[in-house]
């Protein structure tokens, strides 16, 4: 009898939530809005800061469920560029109901959207923020120093957790590989580090951890060490500051909290029986590149190269692991060969 009346509890639970939740689509000029939930009223619940950088790939489910348990049960809103509203199920399933709303806010062109009234109050009143995975050029070329942005920006001082995969991953450091001229391949960054299609922006946001940083994303899989060794290089030539580089491979997520202390969680993913392929990786330059100039192979020596599993974490306070039992290596490129020191010979 017991396990009948827990059963139908439970059952009834679950019932109560999907009669009280709601679908809502809202459409304006160069965007639309659609939320699943208690969509109709707004609330005001205690929140805690963080950001989430999720690398691509696979959903991280513990990186999902502990954004959206920082929103203390308020309203989770997702960005995009372009893409549909495939984050709104998934998340307000993860939460078993225990948010008010999930809602996609779809913007599909440059101007007005970026200060639209709706826009800004639905970013204003959010209690947490994710950037889809898509086309960061769109984010970046349509978004920078928008009223919108500067919402954005209000809300890690509000306490607000603010996420984002692949793209939105590659856009929450201060530094940026834009791929305002498309992607470019790890050869052709090495080969030229001022190579047209290595655009590199910044000052997007400015998330405090991450001051000085470039993300990189779809790491291993997309074999992209060369290209981001390059990146930091390029950061360090721009700006005339030390530069530290952050990247995850997919299905792999660093969960930074507001002392700065940062976390990896996976969703453990493996290639012909290996190991998990789920890492982070954070690059951390002895000094500046040797040769980063035009249409000149690059010569950068001496990058220290942590590369951090699952429940290892990371300080970004003092730059360093928060802890010591974590793998470290060192990457080297001689006019636009890279080689590795302390792995083996292996570049991963």
Same mark, same amino acid.
């Given at each position: 009898?017991?396990e009948?009346?827990?059963?139908?509890?439970?059952?009834?639970?679950?019932c109560v939530?999907?009669?009280?939740?709601?679908?809502?689509?809202?459409?304006?000029?160069?965007?639309?809005?659609?939320?699943?939930?208690n969509?109709?009223?707004?609330?005001?619940?205690?929140?805690?800061?963080?950001?989430?950088l999720?690398?691509?790939?696979?959903?991280?489910?513990?990186?999902?469920?502990?954004?959206?348990n920082r929103?203390?049960?308020g309203?989770?809103?997702?960005?995009?560029?372009?893409?549909?509203?495939?984050?709104?199920?998934? +998340?307000?399933?993860?939460?078993? &109901?225990?948010?008010? *709303?999930?809602?996609?806010?779809? /913007?599909t062109e =440059? #101007?007005?959207p970026?200060?639209?009234?709706?826009?800004?109050?639905?970013?204003?009143?959010?209690?947490?923020?994710?950037?889809?995975?898509?086309?960061?050029?769109?984010?970046?070329s349509?978004?920078?120093?928008?009223?919108?942005?500067?919402?954005?920006?209000?809300?890690?001082?509000?306490?607000?957790t603010?996420?984002g995969?692949?793209?939105?991953m590659?856009?929450?450091?201060?530094?940026?590989?834009?791929?305002?001229?498309?992607?470019?391949?790890?050869?052709?960054?090495?080969?030229?580090?001022?190579?047209?299609?290595?655009s590199?922006?910044?000052?997007?946001?400015?998330?405090?951890?991450?001051?000085?940083v470039?993300?990189?994303?779809?790491? +291993?899989?997309?074999?992209?060490? &060369?290209?981001?060794? *390059?990146f930091?290089?390029?950061? /360090?030539?721009? =700006? #005339?500051k030390q530069?530290?580089?952050?990247?995850?491979?997919?299905?792999?997520?660093?969960?930074?909290?507001?002392d700065?202390?940062?976390?990896?969680?996976?969703?453990?993913?493996?290639?012909?029986?290996t190991?998990?392929?789920?890492?982070?990786?954070?690059?951390?330059?002895?000094?500046?590149?040797?040769?980063?100039?035009?249409?000149?192979?690059?010569?950068?020596?001496?990058?220290?190269?942590?590369?951090?599993?699952?429940?290892?974490?990371?300080?970004?306070?003092?730059?360093?692991?928060?802890?010591?039992?974590?793998?470290v290596?060192t990457?080297?490129?001689t006019q636009?060969?890279?080689?590795?020191?302390?792995?083996?010979?292996q570049?991963?």
């Open positions: 009898i017991f009948f009346d827990m059963w139908a509890v439970l059952l009834l639970g679950l939530n999907l009669i009280a939740a709601t679908n809502v689509t809202i459409t304006g000029e160069g965007w639309t809005y659609v939320c699943v939930g969509c109709e009223t707004d609330v005001r619940t205690p929140t805690e800061g963080g950001w989430a999720i690398g691509g790939g696979l959903w991280v489910d513990d990186a999902y469920t502990w954004m959206i929103a203390g049960g309203d989770v809103l997702v960005l995009r560029a372009n893409g549909t509203d495939e984050y709104n199920d998934y +998340l307000y399933g993860l939460s078993q &109901g225990h948010v008010n *709303s999930v809602a996609s806010l779809i /913007i =440059s #101007g007005s970026s200060s639209d009234p709706f826009v800004i109050n639905k970013i204003r009143s959010c209690e947490a923020l994710f950037f889809g995975g898509g086309d960061q050029w769109l984010y970046y349509w978004w920078k120093g928008t009223p919108m942005i500067r919402e954005i920006i209000n809300l890690s001082a509000r306490n607000v603010i996420g995969t692949s793209a939105g590659a856009i929450l450091s201060q530094w940026n590989f834009i791929a305002g001229f498309g992607t470019i391949y790890s050869e052709q960054a090495l080969q030229d580090p001022f190579n047209y299609q290595e590199i922006g910044t000052d997007f946001l400015k998330n405090w951890p991450l001051v000085n470039i993300n990189e994303v779809h790491f +291993l899989q997309r074999d992209r060490m &060369g290209r981001f060794i *390059s930091v290089a390029r950061v /360090i030539t721009d =700006s #005339g530069a530290m580089g952050v990247a995850c491979d997919e299905a792999t997520a660093i969960l930074i909290t507001p700065g202390i940062g976390e990896v969680v996976a969703t453990p993913t493996f290639t012909n029986g190991l998990p392929n789920n890492k982070a990786y954070f690059a951390i330059p002895a000094n500046a590149p040797e040769v980063c100039q035009e249409k000149t192979p690059l010569t950068f020596s001496n990058v220290r190269m942590y590369r951090l599993g699952e429940g290892d974490k990371f300080d970004f306070n003092l730059w360093k692991p928060y802890g010591s039992d974590v793998f290596y990457v080297n490129v636009g060969i890279l080689t590795t020191a302390g792995n083996n010979g570049i991963y």
